[in-house]
C-alpha cells in the first residue's frame, strides 16, 4: 500500500498566521493520464470530512483562497494563510493512484 | 446539492452481521463511483470498499476482504455495506463517499456517517 506521511502531526498557531502541513507519499502521486492524485480533506471537530483541494492544487467550491496547496511526485504542502477560528480541526491528505486509496495520519490544527 | 444519508450503524456482537445502507440524493447515482470509507474513535479515516457507477467492479481494503460487500442499487439511488464476522477492530464511523470527477480517487462529498459498535 501507499504510505503517506504528514507532519507535523499537531500545528499550534496564532489567529491571523499561516500554517503549512507537509505530505509525503512512499511513491509518486503522478498518474499516466497527467494528473496527480493527492487530495486534502478539513474535518472539525464533530463533522464529516470535507474536500479542500484535489489533485494537488484544485480548490474546491466555497473553500477560502486562504488554503493553498502544492507539490509534485511524492511531496506535497497544504498551506493555510491568515488562519481563523474556523479552521481549526484535523487535515488529511488522501492518495488516489492505487488501491487502496489511502490516507495520512491526520494534522490537527488548533489556535494557541 | 448532494446528500449522502447513511443508516443500518448500531450495536453488534462479535462475529455478528449488520447492513448499513447509503440514500443518495442531488446528483445523477449511476454516473459516480461510490464508497465506504471508516474512521475508528479517535483515529484516521480508512477507505474500506469502492463501487464503480454501473456496479460492476469492486475493490476492498485487505482487512475486510471476504467479510464485507458493497453493492448499489441505481434504481433506488442507494449504496449498500454488508459487514459479517465483526470483531472490536471494526468499531467505526462508517462513511458512505461520492467520488468526483475522476472517481474515488478524488472523493468529494461525503455523509455524516453511521457509528457500527461491535461489543459483547
Known amino acids: 500500500d501507499v504510505v503517506m506521511t504528514q507532519s507535523p502531526l499537531s500545528l499550534p498557531v496564532t489567529l491571523g498566521q499561516s500554517a503549512s502541513i507537509s505530505c509525503r507519499s512512499s511513491q509518486s502521486l503522478a498518474h499516466s493520464d497527467g494528473n496527480t492524485y493527492l487530495n486534502w480533506y478539513q474535518q472539525r471537530p464533530g463533522q464529516s470530512p470535507r474536500r479542500l483541494l484535489y489533485?494537488?492544487?484544485n480548490r474546491d467550491s466555497g473553500v477560502p483562497d486562504r488554503f493553498s496547496g502544492s507539490g509534485s511526485g511524492s511531496d506535497f504542502t497544504l498551506k493555510i494563510s491568515r488562519v481563523e477560528a474556523e479552521d481549526v480541526g484535523v487535515y488529511y491528505c488522501?492518495?488516489?493512484?492505487?488501491?487502496?486509496?489511502?490516507f495520512g495520519q491526520g494534522t490537527k490544527l488548533e489556535i494557541k | 446539492e448532494v446528500e449522502l444519508l447513511e443508516s443500518g450503524g448500531g450495536l453488534v456482537q462479535p462475529g455478528g452481521s449488520l447492513r448499513l445502507s447509503c440514500a443518495a440524493s442531488g446528483f445523477t447515482f449511476s454516473s459516480y463511483s461510490m464508497g465506504w470509507v471508516r474512521q475508528a474513535p479517535g483515529k484516521g479515516l480508512e477507505w474500506v470498499s469502492s463501487?464503480?457507477?454501473?456496479?460492476?467492479?469492486?475493490y476492498y481494503v485487505d482487512s475486510v476482504k471476504g467479510r464485507f460487500t458493497i453493492s448499489r442499487d441505481n434504481s433506488k439511488n442507494t449504496l449498500y455495506l454488508q459487514i459479517s464476522s465483526l470483531s472490536a477492530e471494526d468499531t467505526a464511523a462508517y462513511y458512505c463517499?461520492?467520488?468526483?470527477?475522476?472517481?474515488?480517487?478524488?472523493?468529494?462529498?461525503w455523509g455524516q456517517g453511521t457509528l457500527v459498535t461491535v461489543s459483547s
Open positions: 463517499a461520492k467520488g468526483g470527477t475522476k472517481g474515488n480517487r478524488e472523493v468529494d462529498s
Open positions: 463501487v464503480t457507477g454501473s456496479g460492476s467492479n469492486t
Open positions: 488522501m492518495q488516489g493512484i492505487q488501491w487502496p486509496y489511502t
Open positions: 489533485r494537488v492544487s
